[in-house]
């Protein structure tokens, strides 16, 4: 029996610029970590991080996910101001260069939030949901139109992934949703997205079981983001690395859109933009 249609009458309020997701977006990953498991040090340097912002925008990126605290499984941590002072100038020059552009900042931490919101970035993704920061949703909800993302993870990023056991991974993450959807409308944040976390905190066959149900998580009624670009749950079959799975991240995502995601967070943008214009011709013509 086909599936009845995914509501996808979606929009997000990005400081007074509408970003339509009735058609889904890709959200390029910038990340500007020495240690990230894919990218680590690659955009450091100022001039190479912003060709790559324009390499993503030309690609047909919606927004720019920028990030300075590695969130893979054992790194180290470090404080806020190192955290800050990797992303601080990037975030100036990528939003003074790229007024067009819709920009996303990838921390758990108030205090980062605040400044680059101060800066003028558009949008927070925070992997804990308010849960390593209990300031986090009332600051977001303070700029009246900043829309949050909040993923799922399980303990922290240094140890996630030792042992994560989960009876039943869906009923899980399901519950976890429901308490901080809860939390963020009563923080008074307006607009949510929702991201299962794939890789944090979650054996091989809890992410599959994931990308599987992924449909039923449209029912909370919000847009959800999956990121699952050059992650483990895609290398570790073929004993290879993370950079040499983007045909296996492609076959994925459209799995993903079919089952609901309204925003691919990606490294590898062109190929993502790719597969959501060959999706959005299958789904036009009632072919999925």
């Not at 922290?156 to 959807?181: A, G, L, T």
Request: charged share 25%; aromatic share 8%; proline share 3%.
């Amino acid at each position: 029996m086909k599936e009845s249609k995914i509501n996808k009458n979606y929009s997000l309020n990005c400081r007074g610029r509408l970003l339509d997701l009735s058609k889904p977006q890709v959200m390029g990953i910038l990340n500007l970590t020495p240690d990230s498991f894919s990218d680590g040090g690659k955009y450091n340097e100022k001039s190479a991080a912003l060709l790559r912002v324009e390499q993503m925008l030309k690609e047909g990126a919606s927004m720019i996910d920028i990030g300075g605290y590695s969130s893979r499984p054992f790194a180290d941590d470090i404080s806020e101001e190192e955290e800050w002072g990797r992303i601080e100038e990037i975030t100036r020059l990528t939003i003074k260069e790229f007024p067009e552009a819709i920009i996303s900042i990838d921390t758990f931490r108030s205090g980062v939030a605040k400044k680059a919101l101060d800066l003028g970035a558009h949008i927070i993704n925070d992997i804990s949901a308010g849960l390593l920061d209990e300031e986090m949703m009332d600051l977001v909800s303070s700029y009246g139109d900043v829309p949050y993302i909040m993923m799922h993870m399980k303990g922290n990023p240094r140890i996630m992934q030792v042992n994560p056991d989960s009876e039943n991974i869906v009923e899980e993450v399901w519950n976890y949703f429901v308490k901080r959807i809860n939390a963020s409308l009563k923080a008074g944040i307006k607009d949510l997205v929702i991201d299962p976390g794939y890789g944090f905190g979650k054996t091989l066959l809890h992410n599959y079981e994931l990308v599987g149900k992924l449909g039923r998580f449209t029912r909370l009624g919000f847009p959800i983001l999956t990121g699952i670009s050059r992650k483990s749950m895609l290398y570790t079959f073929f004993d290879t690395e993370p950079g040499d799975v983007l045909e296996v991240a492609t076959a994925l995502h459209l799995k993903l859109l079919e089952k609901g995601s309204n925003i691919l967070r990606v490294h590898d943008v062109k190929e993502a933009v790719r597969i959501v214009n060959l999706y959005n011709y299958l789904e036009d013509h009632g072919i999925v």
